[in-house]
């Protein structure tokens, strides 16, 4: 009889073993991490690596990937706000505290050399990049009709804008320093223009 498997228990392994390669890719880059030092970091062979991971690429992609859902959640979640403005910085401030994280910055350096290597990675970070601009567009539309912010601002370009703001984060990342009240108040600025 076959052994049932626990979709917990892989989803729970699978977890660990992207969290130990994102710190080795992070670290040493994606061209100097093997999978052997991926399976030594998380006490397992290489073959149980690739029972979880078709290819060594399909294990970088793994934090990315988990974007698109956590992205997809976020927008949903304030998706009927009554308060578009806060939806807009709450959602902001959850996007950038994930620069706290201690292989932020390097994992961002990695992922930019894996794009012209990785169709795959294109396409995740796009999708997840595109449910956080079409939601947020429909928020800063929501808060201008309800007067909330600058009139003036266009909701795509706005929406584009503060995910720039999202991405400097990373690119300034401070291992441990969650940047979410600075990018609040940068935020904030901005979308109420010279009524602020």
Known sequence: MARKVDPEKVAQKKAEIAEAAARLFASHGYENTSVTQVAK?????????????????????????????????????????????TSILEIVETLAADAAYPYAAGMLVESLRRMGHDPELIAVSENASTTQKIGLAGLVRK?????????????????????????????????????????????????KGAAA
């Open 143 to 191: 808060a201008i009709d309800a007067g909330q912010i600058d009139k003036t601002l266009d909701p795509e370009h706005t929406a584009g804008w503060l995910l720039c703001i999202v991405d400097a984060c990373y690119l300034n990342a401070e291992p441990g320093h969650d940047p979410s009240s600075e990018v609040r108040r940068t935020v904030l600025g901005y979308l």
């Open 41 to 85: 970091e998380v006490g397992t062979s290489p073959a149980s690596i690739f029972y979880y991971f078709p290819d060594k690429a399909s294990l970088f992609r793994a934090p990315f990937e988990d974007d698109v859902p956590r992205a997809e959640k976020l927008i949903a979640q304030h998706q009927d706000t009554a308060d578009p403005l």
